[in-house]
């Protein structure tokens, strides 16, 4: 994780343009995760987080494409979780692809948090329970899983 340092979030708006692929030799399950967690508590350990999986988004794989965006408490509520107990309502598909700046508008509201890629006027994943609670006050990073070379730039974020 990068944190940004000296802010403190819980509600309103981050945007950021993102570019995320599968490092050198990575696995066959690397997918070039990055994204924004935010809500990051001090332990670094516990956060929201929406992250990208480009390498699915242009997949001749219809379930993988259907696991492009992902929403994520961590530790409690990891993806495999979500995704056991509740299939398909915390991922999305959207049309991106790997190694191309995706831009990212995240607007957080109490429990309800959205994720807008690319500048589409919709939502590409509503979240209405947020895991970490409504009031939680903390810090915001650029998140990437190991195996990926990610990028960011234009970092915006609108506290409200």
């Keep these: 994780m990068a944190i940004v340092e000296g802010l403190e979030f819980t509600h309103g708006t981050i945007e950021v343009d993102l570019a995320g692929e599968p490092s050198p030799g990575a696995t066959g399950g690397a997918r070039g995760f990055v994204g924004v967690a935010?809500?990051?508590?001090?332990?670094?350990?516990?956060?929201?987080?929406?992250?990208?999986?480009?390498?699915?988004g242009r997949s001749d794989d219809q379930e993988r494409r259907n696991h492009t965006v992902q929403y994520m408490t961590h530790p409690?509520?990891?993806?495999h979780k979500l995704r056991q107990e509740t299939?398909?309502?915390?991922?999305?598909?959207?049309?991106?692809?790997?190694?191309?700046?995706?831009?990212?508008r995240i607007e957080v509201?109490?429990?309800?948090?959205?994720?807008f890629v690319d500048g589409r006027k919709q939502p590409t994943l509503i979240v209405n329970d947020a895991k970490s609670g409504e009031d939680k006050s903390s810090a915001v990073t650029i998140w990437f899983a190991g195996s990926t070379?990610?990028?960011a730039r234009n970092l915006k974020i609108t506290p409200r």
């Design 76 to 79: 409690d509520y990891p993806w």
């Design 109 to 115: 509201d109490c429990a309800k948090a959205h994720i």
């Design 149 to 151: 070379i990610a990028h």
């Design 87 to 104: 299939p398909s309502r915390y991922e999305s598909y959207v049309d991106i692809s790997p190694a191309t700046w995706i831009h990212v």
């Design 38 to 56: 935010f809500r990051v508590q001090e332990d670094r350990k516990t956060y929201d987080c929406f992250y990208l999986r480009p390498n699915n």
